[in-house]
Every structure is written in structure tokens, then in C-alpha cells.
């Protein structure tokens, strides 16, 4: 898709509904060029930055664009004061590396790390671009959590129960070699079994750090 397109769609689709998106995006596309009419419909050529950045804030908050018209007007504006024009520089975003794209677009009003790399992934080639936004994160957050409650219960349950070894009674009339080698086939299990749980409970510490250190707000596609 074409960048300047994808970002200004991407503008109308925060916080908002298919329906209200869609009668966005046909008020923007009504200022570009008229193609023609076909079956009652009027198409237009979307409209080019140049043309978005003389649309005025309150035309557009009037059109039922809220908080959403300022967003556009400004990105507009800013793509205006980009070395060789807004169209120019996203273009020239296909080339750089997914951080460096996510960071420039972040820079334009309105555009925060979902939308960015909605519109790396859709306009700039950015196939290994992952759009999360609360819808994802939450589910996915929940699943991690409960799995870390489950290993951390499994694990003091591990250790609790079989850690440490307790010796087993000696059978009688039993000849020694016997008890030692079931001894230490009985320690060897044990002692693996703490190692595992040891593992997993230190490999969920780390992952519940990182999310701390990383909430979902910054830089939330580093983790995939």
C-alpha cells in the first residue's frame, strides 16, 4: 500500500470502529483528485501530503474526526518539513532497519508503536514488523502469567515433596550392593528433578524482569 495512504488511514483508526474508520478515510480521500462515478459512488485519487497540510483542524473535528483531527493536520504538516517532502522520506524508510522506521514514524503526531509498525508491516516492506496493540498484549500477558503461577507452584511442590532425598528403609536380608545402587538411582532422579524446577523458576524471574524494565508502551515488539 501506498505510505502516505497507509499513515493517514492508520491516524483514523485509533481508538474507533470499522464503520467510523471507513467514513474517515472517504472524507480524506474527497479532497484528492475526482476519478469518476460508478454505481452512485464518487471516487478520488487519495490526497497528496501538500494537499492534507492545508486541510484546517476544525474542517475536520466538523466531519466527526475528534481528537483524531489534529493528528492528521499535524502529521501532515511535519511530513511537509521532511528533507524532500513527507512522500519522499517514507519511501526512502524501506531501507533502513524495522527500529530505525518505528522510531522515525514515532516522531510524527499521533503515531505510537502499534501504528508504527502497522505501517512498516502494510506500506514499507517490514514483513518481520508485529503490530501489538492492549488487545493482543492483555491475552498474551494473562497466558504468561499463569504460566509463570503454574511452573512457580510446580516447582515449590518439586522441591517441597522431593528435595531433600529421604532414605529409603533398608529391606532386610537384602544384600548391600542392592540398597546403594537403588540409593543412588533414587538421589540422581531427585537431584534432576530440583535442577529442572531451579531452571524454570530462574528463567521466569528473568522473563517478569524484562517485562518491567519493558512496558507494553515502549518498544513492545523487541520481545518477538
Known amino acids: 500500500q501506498d ?44 490526497p497528496t501530503v501538500e494537499r492534507l497540510a492545508r486541510v484546517s483542524e476544525q474542517e475536520l473535528r466538523e466531519a466527526g474526526f475528534g481528537y483524531r483531527a489534529k ?47 502497522c505501517i512498516a508491516l502494510f506500506s514499507l516492506d517490514k514483513n518481520q514488523a508485529i503490530p501489538v496493540d492492549t488487545h493482543v498484549w492483555k491475552p498474551n500477558l494473562a497466558s504468561m502469567l499463569v504460566g509463570r503461577r503454574m511452573f512457580s507452584l510446580l516447582a515449590s511442590y518439586l522441591l517441597k515433596n522431593l528435595w531433600p532425598p529421604k532414605l529409603p528403609v533398608r529391606p532386610r536380608n537384602l544384600p548391600r550392593g ?34 518491567t524494565r519493558n512496558p507494553v508502551e515502549t518498544k513492545c515488539w523487541e520481545m518477538f
Open 178 to 211: 542392592n540398597v546403594r545402587q537403588r540409593w543412588l538411582k533414587y538421589r540422581h532422579e531427585r537431584a534432576c528433578i530440583a535442577t529442572v524446577a531451579s531452571f524454570c523458576r530462574k528463567m521466569l524471574e528473568k522473563v517478569s524482569a524484562w517485562i
Open 71 to 117: 493528528y492528521v493536520v499535524g502529521t501532515a504538516k511535519e511530513l511537509m518539513a521532511k528533507p524532500g517532502g513527507g512522500a519522499k522520506w517514507l519511501a526512502l524508510l524501506r531501507d533502513r532497519e524495522l527500529l530505525e522506521v518505528i522510531e522515525g514514524l514515532c516522531t510524527l503526531p499521533g503515531v505510537g508503536p502499534k501504528v508504527a509498525a
Open 3 to 46: 505510505p502516505v495512504e497507509c499513515l493517514f488511514q492508520f491516524l483514523c483508526s485509533s481508538n474507533n470502529n470499522i464503520a467510523r474508520i471507513e467514513k474517515m478515510v472517504w472524507t480524506l480521500a474527497g479532497y484528492g483528485e475526482r476519478l469518476g462515478e460508478v454505481g452512485g459512488f464518487v471516487f478520488h485519487r487519495f
